[in-house]
């Protein structure tokens, strides 16, 4: 008995040496009993414990990032329109009619296969839409398709995309797991033509933030003619990145199969009446009659379109492949969002790529990196992060856009919510409130599941310790032994926790200390970048029209890209631009001679511009147009002339505006270094082009502050312009129109469009079933569209839509009026007009004398 006892004892400390013993012990007791136990221990025990902590440390990490860094950058992304609209606009509140339409000829839109990526720049940002052929392989269009419709036949609720005139057609994002789709965006990106193009209109490497397809079906209606954003990016540059879709056939699509509809060169315009592009609109097909598979149709989303109805009964369904594209987001300061109001068809899982990635699908946009990507937890260390979706999400819920509107929510919520959450421990929601639904609901998701894993975790920790306690003192030798134990035990757990704790941290301060933090800790993230900007010209503030010259002052960033270029396709610098070509080399061959010569072709260029109704104005610091006087337009014009004749100047000042705009609008822009390097700058610019002497002192000032060796380039340019070749043969053929307007005098192209502040103007107001012009004073005009007017006698201003108002028609002798009497208004005859704004009357069978035109209103008959 006493040797079975002894045996007995052994086999349970060796039972329990296999459960708590310490790596030392380990190594002395080689039996595989023992390492079967600590395998059985760390898959039972350890790994779960650990387990469990560790996704409690993660959802810890998670609210961290929550509250500190998502719900300030949502408050951020936020557009306040009555705050923000008036005064980040980068270019005005444009209504557009069929004069603006580009071309009516679908054929127009098709780049010839030798086409150059600048001719292709140049065609997007005239007409907003260009097709690029053979994008895609036959095969691989071919191939996509079948896979596309075999899709439709399995299409559940939750994948369909809602469409406008949803009957017979049907879209759902695409995945890279499908080899066609794979294929399909290696062949995209790899096309040299439409990369470079893309590359010139995006800036480089763009990220891609819509990828789906649409299939219509004969019987499927025409869509209303629509912008798939609001204008954004054409109101506000700086603050929303545009977005540009491609529209790639996936079979030859004939007009009856409904070809996309195009209403070209309007995607500067803010409204497009319905029926401009249903009287204008064409659908891009070539000589043959059909959009050729595989040609890819790239399109500005603020462009007018819509999808044509399918009324082929023989034909097949028009299936389409999309993807969009926007800017990649800036490491810092970035102050533009996505582009607002689509339906951003993209799968979660795809977010967060860009162009270059699409080189290779195949590898890089599968899982586990598709889902690190999109989440915005890794990508190699030579990718650029595209929009990742966490970002776009939180710019979506901000704004309450596509996607997250409350009834998404609830439709998010009965298709089960987060598949990897178990209900119960996802968050509710306040039936009565619509604002704060997702922002509600997710809060109360990220505290549901820190409490339980809280409790669990601490629940596990304490049955792992009274476990282990139980189980030291059944086997340890002694109290010293049995302490030992269990004291082993404790370590183990407090190293798995000290791991797990510590990992937590290290994500904590990695986020910390990102750029991406910073700028939301100090409201750099999408703030608005203005407030550091010159004054040049002085006027008074006016609403632009087509015809009008705009001298911008908020775009000249390399990032921007295409839009550094978009005011030049206003049509009136179309034709400014157009007259600096032409002169420019004739101002260049009077280098040499007094300024009157080249001031004459200065003064001829603005005649031309003013002869055809247009004006020039200069954008202020506060957002809006002010119209500049005949001399500032001469000097403007002059200045362009300078820089346009010498090609040399023309890439020094372009360079030299990148750095100004980087002084004023980036990360560093209120720093001490842009306020004392900024008027350098600017003074540099003038210097360059102009050649124009500098004031004693300037040059020592600048080399005093570092910059000496660019005050160089000022005395090269001085001496640029007798370098240049002379042109008397282009003198003696110029006409100088010295005096302005030897034409025909300058014509307002319609009734208040020249309306500036300080005028008087009349303003169309109803009252009952009528309606009456009051006389008012225009105190400012801002470039959305709305008119600051005083009404006389009130103090405060009223904000009258511009539509609203025509230029003020003093009253003429024997013209019928109402005239104000102690509030109420009675009907009388203007008698004799006694100047400075006094007029006789008659009125109810009386005369009055000196009555002020103030009190008058006209009824509109």
Known sequence: REGSRECLMQMTKESADSLVSSPLSAKKSRRGGSIFGTVIRTLLLDSPLLLVFGIYMGVMWVHHVHDNYLVPQMAAAKWEEDERDATEMTYYYRECDEDDISTTNGADLFLPENATPEEAYQHNLLHGFTLFPRVLSEETAAGLRKHIRSRIMTLTEEDNIWLEEQENRWSFPLGTEEPYVAQALMEVASNRLLKEAMAKILGDNPAMIEMTAITAAHGAKAQSWHQDGPTAPARFGRGFRAGYSVFIQLQNTTKAMGATGACPGLYMCSEVPQQVCEKNGLQPVNEHGYWRAGDALVMNMDSMHRGSAHYDPDALERVMFIMTFTA??????????????????LRWDMWGFTWQDLLHADTEMIQPWATLRALGLYKKPEADWGVDYITSSCERIAKEDFGFFREHLDDFISFGGFKFIPQWLQGKVNEDDEDESWPEFLLDTIERCEAF?????????????????????????????????????????????????????????????????????????????????????????????RYDVLIETRYKSKYLALYNDFISNHPGNRLWNALLNEKAEVFSSYGGLPTVFGNAVSEFIVSAVQENSGRFLYQSPDAQWKVLSDDDAIAQTSFELAVKSNPIKQHVVKELEYLISEMKYDHRRESAMSARILPYLLELKKQL?????????????????????????????????????????????????????????????????????????????REGSSHYWYKVQVSMILSTGACLVYFPGEDDEASMDCKKLRHFVPPAIGEILEVNADGSYYECEILRDKGGGLYDISAEGDKYEDVEDALFRRNLR
């Open 328 to 345: 990649k987001p800036r490491s810092r300061a970035e102050s533009r969002q996505i582009i607002q109001g689509i339906t951003f068809s």
């Open 453 to 545: 894993l809280k409790s669990i975790s601490f629940q596990l920790a304490f049955c792992y310790v009274v476990l282990f306690f139980t189980i030291s003192m059944l086997t340890g030798v002694g109290v010293k032994g049995r302490m030992s134990r269990f004291a082993f035990s404790l370590l183990r757990l407090g190293l798995f926790y000290g791991v797990a704790v510590t990992l937590y941290h290290a994500a904590i301060k990695h986020v910390d200390d990102s750029d991406w933090a910073y700028d939301i800790r100090n409201g750099l993230k999408y703030a608005s970048p203005f407030g550091n900007e010159e004054t040049a010209f002085n006027g008074p503030t006016t609403l632009p029209n």
């Open 689 to 765: 082009a102009m050649g124009v002497p500098q004031a004693k002192g300037k040059v020592t000032a600048v080399r005093e502050e570092g910059l000496g060796p660019i005050s160089g380039l000022v005395c090269y340019f001085r001496k640029s312009r007798a370098m240049l070749p002379k042109l008397e043969h282009k003198v003696l053929s110029l006409r100088r129109p010295i005096v302005l307007h030897v034409g025909k005098p300058p014509e307002e192209p319609e009734e208040g469009a020249w309306l500036k502040a300080g005028d008087f103007a009349e303003v169309l107001l």
